[in-house]
């Protein structure tokens, strides 16, 4: 089997320098709060060219904490409308719902699966204040025209880097994951939020501590959202060579653009940045190909079968969209392929010849 993601076998780089890591940290007496959760965050702070970072608990939590923060700012307000693409992870989405904002849904582009920003003026957007860009796939958002938006409409930029570790954030906060699975994973879950903007970097921090920056009295009612010692630890370890791996999965996919073949299959294009997070094809026969692939030893997955606005979640909930014809298309036609650093030139050339 040529597995889609192999945790162990992508770990086990790191095996020597983890266990030493978990080890020191548990014998540290100090779980929460300590020496490397700081440390990460300095280095991650710098790793992306901004000057705060704070580590909260996921990449959900990063997201729920900015928009928490930017209302107690005053930058939003309940009822404020936040423009975020319908083809998103749900955690995007939910993370503006929670907080008593409005998701306005826009359509990805075809070629990129990004927020097509050319039509976001065919949305509403007279109490729209705040745009939250996600870097789909590993791909960077098309920086100038979002800039340029945002600049006319006087929105903020809040960006979902959940997917893109390793690229350059360039808005007013960024929001990223550890999660496992990730580009940079943890051994756990764990987030990050990560900005040039003091205010919001202490509130975040705040925020994830119940609301508290002096021990035991509180200014807010807070949550308890925090990246562990253990987790950012293991982070420190695996940063170094993020930018090694990425490479390697860019080599990766470079490949099977160049060499899958097949007219039944649209291949992603790679854009200005990309840290193929994801190798997304599409396929009008998405299920039978899938199918196809699995009887050959192929294990892939659909990201994402369902969007938000077909959700449960959100049968009674305030979605705010024009018809979404893309992203309900997308999601019958995507497939994810294995991309990863550890892969083998037998497993590349295996998902490529059973493509072909
Ligand atoms: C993974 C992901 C999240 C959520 O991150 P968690 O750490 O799993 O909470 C948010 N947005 C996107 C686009 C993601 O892929």
Redesign the pocket.
């Known amino acids: 089997m040529v597995p889609f993601f192999p945790l162990k076998r992508i770990n086990a780089e790191f095996e020597t320098q983890l266990s030493e890591a978990i080890l020191r940290v548990a014998k540290s007496g100090w779980y929460l709060r300590g020496k490397e959760t700081e440390n990460f965050e300095e280095n991650f702070a710098e790793f992306c060219g901004m000057r705060h970072c704070a580590g909260v608990a ?4 990063a ?1 729920t904490l900015i928009f928490a923060s930017y209302k107690i700012m005053g930058k939003l307000k309940d009822g404020d409308h936040v423009i975020v693409p319908a083809n ?2 749900i ?2 989405v939910m993370a503006i719902s929670k907080n008593n904002l409005i998701p306005v849904l826009a359509e990805p582009s075809e070629e990129t699966f990004n927020i097509d920003i050319s039509k976001l003026n065919d949305l509403p957007l007279q109490n729209v204040k705040a745009i939250l860009s ?1 870097n ?1 796939y590993g791909r960077q958002v098309d920086r100038e025209n979002l800039l340029k938006f945002a600049g006319e409409n006087n929105l903020l930029i809040i960006e ?1 880097f ?2 893109s570790t390793g690229i350059k954030p360039y808005g007013n906060a960024a ?1 990223f ?3 496992p699975a ?1 580009n940079l994973g943890a051994l756990g ?3 990050a939020v990560v900005s040039n903007d003091s205010e919001l970097d202490t509130l975040v921090k705040t925020l994830g501590n119940y609301g508290s920056q002096k021990k035991y009295l509180n200014d807010y009612l807070g949550f308890n959202s925090r990246l562990d010692e253990i987790q950012a630890a293991a982070l420190s370890i695996k940063l170094p060579l993020l930018n090694e791996h990425n490479k390697k999965r860019n080599e990766i996919a470079l490949r099977y653009i160049a060499e899958i073949k097949n007219p039944d299959i649209i291949l992603p294009t790679p854009g200005t940045q990309n840290v193929w997070h994801l190798f997304v094809i599409r396929c009008k026969q998405r299920d039978a190909l899938q199918k196809h692939l699995f009887e050959r030893g192929i294990e892939t997955i659909i990201h994402y079968p369902t969007p938000p606005h077909l959700q449960k979640a959100y049968a009674s909930s305030n979605l705010i969209h024009n018809k979404l014809p893309i992203t309900e298309k997308l999601a019958n036609e995507v497939l994810s392929l294995p991309l990863h650093q550890t892969m083998s030139e037998e497993e590349i050339k295996r998902v490529i010849t059973s493509l072909c």
Do not use: R
Request: proline share 0%; glycine share 14%; charged share 20%.
């Open positions: 996921s990449g959900l939590d997201l998103t992870y955690a995007s996600v789909l979902d959940a997917q929001a994951s550890f999660y990730k879950d764990g987030g």
